[in-house]
Every structure is written in structure tokens, then in C-alpha cells.
């Protein structure tokens, strides 16, 4: 791993000539008192004040509404119009955080486990992404509790310290990232050697044992502790929106007339329809059994099927929760149930 | 990579069956010949369907694979796309995405009874099997059929049905729910569990494969732990409500199992480790 230093004045002018280049630029852009991620056409607007967006980048991925294919009708004539990906940009997504970085992982894994999703591989393969560790944090950051940290640099192509007002250790982790540093070298400096990055990170508290919740969990399946936990959720799906790896989506027609689209959505397992048949019955009919549903496939069932846990800790489901319900907080309670 | 999952394909209807009060048959040929050619599948897997317009609903193909060049499948008017596809006529052009899921286990059911139960619409997954095994009927011992619908009107594949009980090699059973007879009617009348039980088929060397609303698979799987069947040579599919087919979407699951990638067929033995999420 190379390890660079770029001074904030640099790190703008670098980011300008990107964009002159083609590319595009997903990064944090503060609009009234929300901190989100957008394709930002000024340098200027970047924001790297907050600690966390609302929601994560998985957007720039796994957009929220994705036409699959289009078809035209004519008679008793079908012509179908098959995902285009040349038309997808090459996009450097700047700015996230390593709980976001690391949250194409799993989202990865869900749409590759086993069959490849064309929609998903075409966009993540034109991403680069440069993380910038974290130097601060808020009470409901939890990655240290689910494998992560403020400088993990698993996911990023490139990784960035704030280590001075003005500066930043930028290290270079993966291939991609290395051919982007190559073609704009020229911004970079040689970084001292006894930069200690360590000394720059945010410390986050470990706040459980992911093991003993995931052990907890398949054990407690039956038990009432869902329904203690779910009492005031109301079903809003807002936690899986947020969340950099949740990845649940409804497949829709978006008709015109004679053409149309074959679309996806996100879409949520905290929701009453999602798993209702046409027939009136509902394997999941409760919140609790869908709040269950949540935990268990982040925490159980995909450390066992995908051999990766589904969260992050980036905290932002409970952030966004607006009956306050704490994830951290809730898994805790497995640890001494 | 360059499989789209998601692209659907073009299939035409060949042939239109009313098989019973808002229950059609399609018989679909591939648009393409080429993928004609190599589309494979097995017994128990399902597909998406699509009427372009109206969007895509999943059924099983309802054809066995010993017959090729088209698939089948027959479904129940019941909601947006069923409705619209129960409106499409012969020669129109509707969408195909499969084969999905996994299959029933027919090499290992070689050499043994076979003991079919079905009831109302779920005969279709099961007449793929039973068609299956009857294309290759050496493989096989007694093939008995046990099957269940509300009222005669409703019983589907009323021509197979006859052929199936003129068939020496067939021992079929029809019933129908009690008030569900016409004067004329010579099959049995009640329940599929109560005839079940009546009829008591021995559980030696036999697989029962048991299809059907909740409450039949409910009250049959009793009358058959008392006929000696063992969990494991008894099965069945599960219908959860799906979107993608391919393990992704994140609806059909039962516990950690996929219903659309580890099912749709489940033996009984291995439903008995997971939640009752369906
Ligand atoms: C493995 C399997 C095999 C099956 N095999 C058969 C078979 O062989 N024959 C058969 O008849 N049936 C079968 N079924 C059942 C069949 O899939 C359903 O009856 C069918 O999908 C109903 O579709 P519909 O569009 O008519 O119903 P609708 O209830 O109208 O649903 C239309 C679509 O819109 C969506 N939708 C509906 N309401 C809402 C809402 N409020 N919000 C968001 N989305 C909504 C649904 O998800 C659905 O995709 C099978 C099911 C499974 C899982
Ligand atoms: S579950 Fe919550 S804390 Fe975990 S990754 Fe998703 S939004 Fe972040
Ligand atoms: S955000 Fe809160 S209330 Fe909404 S579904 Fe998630 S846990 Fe329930
Ligand atoms: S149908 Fe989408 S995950 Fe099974």
C-alpha cells in the first residue's frame, strides 16, 4: 500500500480536473440541515462537515427506482430493449465513510451469491471510491462492534486521514485506486513517514459481542424479545432506506401505453405487504415478526449463507428512526438475555 | 456478465384450456428457436410470468420436462397480472423468466410407490411429477393419485383425469368437498384427508408428495403419520410470495432458506428445522 499526503487545496483542484475528465462526482452536499450524497456538479459544494449522511451510497449502485429492461408492444409483436449499460457513467464517489466503503461488500454478495445482477455489477464496476476515515462519530456509531473501525480500509480504493486543518494521508489500497493515482499523481506529495494515522481517528466503543448476538438470535427465535423490541415501530421502512446494505427490492411495470419499462425499487421487509400472497395470508402478518425478520437476515442469516454480516454500524437506521428505535442498543439485549 | 437475469423470454401462446371457473392452461412455445434448444428444466421448478404492461407473477411449470419444445402452466385468476394474463388469447406474445428453484428428488424415488395428494389448484405442480414419472413408468412402483377439488366444476385437467383412471398402471382417486357433487358424480365426496385416511395407502417403500391449500397439507399430515409415513419421504412445495425468483429480492424466505433457490420443494423432514414463516 502507497501512502501519500494532498493538502486540502490540492485535494479541490484534483477533484475539478476528475470532473473536466468525465467523470462524475458523488459526494456529501449540505441542503438545509441534511447532509446527503449527490451528483454534485461544483466542487464547491461538497460537504465535509457532517458525521454521517442521511442516507448511505448504495444509490449510486442500487438506485431506488432502476429501469431492468423496456419493452414495446405491437399487436401480437413483443420487441424487448435489454439494460443498456454503456449509457452508466464512470463515477468517483468521494467523501464516504469506511461503514459505507465496506457496505458494498455485502451488498455485493446479495446480488451475486449466486446468479451475477447484471444492474447492480454494470454500475459498481464503474465506481472508484475514496473514503475519508472518520474523526469524529456520534452515539450511534457502532462499526468497532460489527468488524469495522473509523480507518478501515476494506472497500475503498483509495482512503483519506484528515490529519491537519489544511491536509490528508491518502493511502492507496487497491488496484483501481492505484491507477487513479497514477493519473493524477501530480497532486499528491510524499507523505512523512512517521505520520502515525492512528492518532487521527475517532475512538468508538465496542458495544457487544456480534458473535454472541448472532448465536443469541437463532436461539431466541421464539422468544418475546422481538416483540419488546418492536412495540413502537410502526412499519415505516425508513431504517432500510438509510441503510448502505439493505437491498430488498419490488420489481414493477411502469407502463406507457404500447412501451414501457420493467422497473425496481427498494423496497422493505419492515413493510405489512411485502410478503403478503394474493390469497390474503401473510407469513410475516406482525411487526415483530418483521423486525425479526430484519435482525435475523443481517445478523444470522447472512454471516451463515453469504459468510458476511449484514451491517456496517454506521448507526444510520436508528438516526433516522423517528420512534427513536435503537439498533445498537437492541443488540445489546443479546448479549445478556 | 452479460446476462441480464431480469430480461424475460418471449414466449407466444400456443393453445388455451379453460380447465375450471377462472383456471386456465397456456400452452407456451420460446419465439426463439435457438433458446427452445437449450432450455432445460425439472420437475418442481417454477418460472416469472409477464404480461407486458401489467408485470410478472410466479407459477409452476406445470409440464414435465419428458415433453419438450413447449412449457405449460395453469393458474388461477386471482389478482392484477393473473387477470390480465386470463385475458390474453391464442398467438399473443407474453414473457418467460426461468427455470427457478430446485426439483423433486426423481432419481432417488426410483424403485418406490409413489403416493400423489392434491387438492384444489396446487394440482398443477404435481401433475408435472406425475406426467414425469408416468413418461417413464418402469422406474417406478404403484403410482397412486388422491385428488381434491371444492366441486366437480372446479377439478382441473378433466381430460388427463380420465386418462388417468382408464390407465391399468394408475390408481386414481377424485373427490370433492361435500355439496360439491352433481347428481351424476361417481367419485368420492369429502375431504381430501378424511378419503386419506380411508383409502390408508401403506407407507412401505412409498413417497407421498402432498400439495394443496394450508388447512388440506394441515389435516393430511397427521392421517399420514398414522399411516407410518416418515417426514422425510414426504414433500411438498411452498408457494411464498416471490419477485425475483433468483435468491435476491428478499421476500420468499422461510428462516435462512430462499423458498425461489433452496425450494420450492421441501421434504417434510427439513420444514420440521425451520419457522413457520409460510
Ligand atoms: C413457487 C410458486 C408457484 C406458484 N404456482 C402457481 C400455479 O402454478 N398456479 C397458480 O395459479 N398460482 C401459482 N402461484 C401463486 C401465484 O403466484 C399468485 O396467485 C399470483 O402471483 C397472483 O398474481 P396477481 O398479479 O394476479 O396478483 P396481485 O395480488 O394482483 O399482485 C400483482 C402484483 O402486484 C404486486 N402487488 C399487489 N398488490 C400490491 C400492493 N398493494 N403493493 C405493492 N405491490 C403489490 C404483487 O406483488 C404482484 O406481483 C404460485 C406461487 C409461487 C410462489
Ligand atoms: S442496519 Fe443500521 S447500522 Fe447497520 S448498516 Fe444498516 S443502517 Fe447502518
Ligand atoms: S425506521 Fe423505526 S419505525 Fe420505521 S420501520 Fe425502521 S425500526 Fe420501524
Ligand atoms: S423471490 Fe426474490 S428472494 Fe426469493
Redesign the pocket.
Known sequence: MKRKYISRHSLMNCLKKVQTDGISLYAPVTRGEQTDFRFITSVDDLSFDSVQTVRSAKAVAFPCSEKLFSYTKEKNDVQLQDYNPDVLPEVLVFGLHPCDAVGFGPLGSIFNWDTQDKPYNERRKRLTLISLACTRADEYCFCTSVGGGPGNTEGSDIQLTPIQEDGYLAEIITDKGNEWYEKYSSFFEEAAEDIRKENYLVEIPVKFNIEEVERKMTELFESDIWQLQSERCIGCGACAFVCPTCACF???EDAHGNTGNRIRCWDSCGFA?FT????GDNPRSTQSQRWRQRLMHKFSYMPERLTVVGCTGCGRCSRACPVDMNLSDNLKMFNYE | MNNNIYLPYLMIIEKIVEEAPG?KTFRLKFKDEEEAKEFKFKAGQ?GEYSAFG???????I?SPPTREGYIE???????????TLAAMEEGETMGFRGPF?NTFPMDEWKGKNLLFIAGG?AL??LRCVIWNALDMRDHFKNIQILYGAKSVADLVYKRELKEWEERPDVQLTVTVDPGGETPDWKGEIGFVPSILEKLGPSAENTIAIVCGPPVMIKFSFPVLDKLGFKSENIYT???????CGVGKCGR?NVGKMY??KD??VFSRALLETLPAEY
Do not use: W
Open positions: 419490488d420489481i414493477q405487504l403478503l400472497h394474493t390469497s | 383456471v417454477f401489467e408485470g410478472e407473477c410466479t407459477f409452476c406445470a402452466c395453469t393458474f388461477r385468476e386471482a389478482g392484477k397480472v393473473t387477470s428453484g389448484i398443477p405442480p412445495t411452498l408457494e411464498n410470495r416471490m419477485k420468499c423458498v425461489c425450494g420450492p
